[in-house]
């Protein structure tokens, strides 16, 4: 998944006369870190799962299918939660420009954690990744935004699409080069990998930084002393009462992952119940932002509802591809973790040709609605996950399937993704009450995490006999599409709260 925000800001930007593709030379800096940053991100998410779930004999932690998909999937959500205190630390404390740095040095000592083999700094390497890229994640795409003067700059939107390939190049090539490194060499190697290609993306961020807009180095909304050190303080208070509780937990010899897994879980969903309960008792606004808060929760279920299937690409659908599927096409051979780089691909290929399907169907008055685009999407999602269900079918009693199973699967995904992704962004800023308007993108990034809490809740609760099942695959897919059918059928109910948006 691919995502960025914009930013309104005035172009502060060097002007040396250079160009990159006609666009400012900041451009460049951020393509070329972003695109090293997803290299390291996707790359590290193709060996994850099958790495926890390999036996100790083979190098790997020999977990259970079901704790291991679940470990993912909380370890996915953590990344979009931080993307809210990644956006708050910027406008408060450091600015856009140092938060990025520190992300990015934060993800890159998270890999090289990975890389030592010892179950402790496994888990410290993913929760410095999380943590990094949760920082990193909520500014780079507002840098860009800084670049161009104004909104209404005409290179803006090219800019943006420039920035969203070089996501996808990098989340493409992650799987060809450090999946086969680390199913085919050595595990740790892979990780070791990852963190190279984060070194490489943050040596060409602090080369280029001359070229970004000053813009960037401001801090928006600069905290008062006397806040940042209550802020500290409770937060001091807060881990160490966490850091008690769980040196209780591990010295009585009661600890396993489920200490964390569950708790994180539970937090993931309860708090964007929280963050929409906070705004709907807000008496600042008035009825008609409220109506339209009303109908983005809509949007927001069926988004929650999407990546709990979506982002199982890295973890159920991983497992499959290693566990049964062929990884032979027309007599080459390749690593399982190839796969995961058949959803950039397609994007690749697919998003320019839905950019225009949008707009030659605007001129025709057809467009979808929004309420329409989202149904599809989850129908496409749900459809993704009954095809799942037949192709574990046609694996049972051992047998390898072809393929082009999962590459089916993918496309549908794509499709789906196309239809629900770069739609939930430009809804969010529309249906975004005045006062929420800078948080609110913040509060999409949550659908993420609500999706994937609620997945490692399945994952756990079900265990392994069933993870990965036929049913399990039936059930999911079965739920997405009455989910669509039901958004689609109070389409008219739901577009009646968004008022004058459509």
């Given at each position: 998944m691919a995502t960025t925000t914009l930013d309104a800001g005035v172009s502060q930007a060097p002007n040396s006369g250079k160009t990159f593709f006609g666009h400012p030379r900041g451009l460049a800096t951020l393509f070329m870190t972003e695109m090293w940053e997803r290299f390291s991100f996707y790359g590290m998410r193709a060996?994850?799962?099958?790495?926890?779930?390999?036996?100790?004999?083979?190098?790997?932690?020999?977990?259970?299918?079901a704790?291991?998909?679940a470990v993912y999937s909380v370890y996915n959500a953590m990344v979009y939660l931080l993307a809210l205190p990644g956006g708050w630390i910027a406008d408060r404390f450091l600015g856009a420009r140092k938060t990025v740095a520190l992300g990015g040095v934060i993800i890159m000592i998270g890999h090289f954690l990975l890389a030592v083999p010892a179950s402790f700094s496994f888990f410290a390497g993913l929760g410095f990744i999380a943590l990094g890229s949760g920082l990193l994640k909520a500014n780079i795409s507002t840098m860009v935004g800084h670049l161009y003067d104004g909104p209404n700059d005409p290179r803006r939107d090219g800019g943006f699409t420039i920035f969203y390939m070089g996501i996808n190049l990098g989340a493409f090539a992650a799987p060809l080069v450090i999946g086969t490194v680390g199913q085919s060499v050595n595990w740790h190697l892979g990780f070791a990998l990852a963190g190279v290609g984060m070194a490489l993306g943050l040596g060409q961020y602090l080369l280029g930084t001359r070229h970004l807009s000053a813009q960037s180095n401001e801090v928006s909304s600069p905290i008062p002393a006397a806040e940042k050190q209550a802020i500290l303080r409770k937060a001091g208070l807060w881990l160490a009462a966490a850091a008690v509780f769980y040196g209780v937990v591990a010295l009585t010899g009661h600890f396993t992952i489920n200490w964390a897994i569950w708790p994180l879980s539970i937090a993931g969903i309860a708090i964007p119940v929280f963050v929409f309960a906070r705004v709907k008792r807000d008496k600042d606004l008035d009825r008609a932002e409220q109506s339209k808060m009303s109908g983005y929760i809509w949007f927001f279920v069926a988004a929650a509802v999407f990546w709990m299937i979506y982002d199982q690409s890295g973890s159920t659908l991983n497992v499959f591809a290693l566990d049964n599927t062929a990884s032979t096409l027309f007599g080459f051979h390749f690593?399982?973790?190839?796969?995961?780089?058949?959803?950039?691909?397609?994007?690749?290929?697919?998003?320019?040709v839905f950019a225009w399907l949008w707009v030659a169907l605007a001129r025709r008055g057809k467009n979808p609605s929004t309420t329409m685009k989202f149904a599809f999407g989850l129908l496409m999602i749900g459809a993704s996950f009954l095809v799942m269900m037949l192709a574990m079918a046609a694996a049972s009693g051992g047998v390898k399937v072809t393929p082009l199973w999962?590459?089916?699967?993918?496309?549908?995904?794509?499709?789906?993704?196309?239809?629900?992704?770069?739609?939930?962004?430009?809804?969010?800023?529309?249906?975004?009450?005045?006062?929420?308007?800078?948080q609110m993108m913040g509060v999409w990034f949550l659908a993420v995490t609500a999706g994937d809490c609620v997945a490692a809740i399945f994952q756990l609760a079900l265990g392994d006999d069933v993870v990965g099942s036929t049913g399990y695959f039936a059930f999911q897919g079965v739920m997405a599409i009455v989910a669509g059918v039901g958004l689609a059928m109070y389409r008219r109910r739901v577009n009646a709260l968004m008022g004058d948006v459509h």
């Amino acid at each position: 998944m691919a995502t960025t925000t914009l930013d309104a800001g005035v172009s502060q930007a060097p002007n040396s006369g250079k160009t990159f593709f006609g666009h400012p030379r900041g451009l460049a800096t951020l393509f070329m870190t972003e695109m090293w940053e997803r290299f390291s991100f996707y790359g590290m998410r193709a060996l994850l799962v099958l790495y926890m779930t390999a036996a100790t004999t083979d190098g790997g932690l020999g977990m259970k299918i079901a704790v291991a998909t679940a470990v993912y999937s909380v370890y996915n959500a953590m990344v979009y939660l931080l993307a809210l205190p990644g956006g708050w630390i910027a406008d408060r404390f450091l600015g856009a420009r140092k938060t990025v740095a520190l992300g990015g040095v934060i993800i890159m000592i998270g890999h090289f954690l990975l890389a030592v083999p010892a179950s402790f700094s496994f888990f410290a390497g993913l929760g410095f990744i999380a943590l990094g890229s949760g920082l990193l994640k909520a500014n780079i795409s507002t840098m860009v935004g800084h670049l161009y003067d104004g909104p209404n700059d005409p290179r803006r939107d090219g800019g943006f699409t420039i920035f969203y390939m070089g996501i996808n190049l990098g989340a493409f090539a992650a799987p060809l080069v450090i999946g086969t490194v680390g199913q085919s060499v050595n595990w740790h190697l892979g990780f070791a990998l990852a963190g190279v290609g984060m070194a490489l993306g943050l040596g060409q961020y602090l080369l280029g930084t001359r070229h970004l807009s000053a813009q960037s180095n401001e801090v928006s909304s600069p905290i008062p002393a006397a806040e940042k050190q209550a802020i500290l303080r409770k937060a001091g208070l807060w881990l160490a009462a966490a850091a008690v509780f769980y040196g209780v937990v591990a010295l009585t010899g009661h600890f396993t992952i489920n200490w964390a897994i569950w708790p994180l879980s539970i937090a993931g969903i309860a708090i964007p119940v929280f963050v929409f309960a906070r705004v709907k008792r807000d008496k600042d606004l008035d009825r008609a932002e409220q109506s339209k808060m009303s109908g983005y929760i809509w949007f927001f279920v069926a988004a929650a509802v999407f990546w709990m299937i979506y982002d199982q690409s890295g973890s159920t659908l991983n497992v499959f591809a290693l566990d049964n599927t062929a990884s032979t096409l027309f007599g080459f051979h390749f690593p399982s973790s190839w796969f995961q780089s058949l959803n950039p691909l397609y994007i690749m290929a697919l998003a320019p040709v839905f950019a225009w399907l949008w707009v030659a169907l605007a001129r025709r008055g057809k467009n979808p609605s929004t309420t329409m685009k989202f149904a599809f999407g989850l129908l496409m999602i749900g459809a993704s996950f009954l095809v799942m269900m037949l192709a574990m079918a046609a694996a049972s009693g051992g047998v390898k399937v072809t393929p082009l199973w999962l590459a089916v699967v993918y496309l549908v995904q794509t499709v789906g993704e196309l239809t629900l992704s770069p739609v939930g962004l430009s809804v969010t800023t529309k249906l975004a009450p005045a006062k929420y308007a800078s948080q609110m993108m913040g509060v999409w990034f949550l659908a993420v995490t609500a999706g994937d809490c609620v997945a490692a809740i399945f994952q756990l609760a079900l265990g392994d006999d069933v993870v990965g099942s036929t049913g399990y695959f039936a059930f999911q897919g079965v739920m997405a599409i009455v989910a669509g059918v039901g958004l689609a059928m109070y389409r008219r109910r739901v577009n009646a709260l968004m008022g004058d948006v459509h």
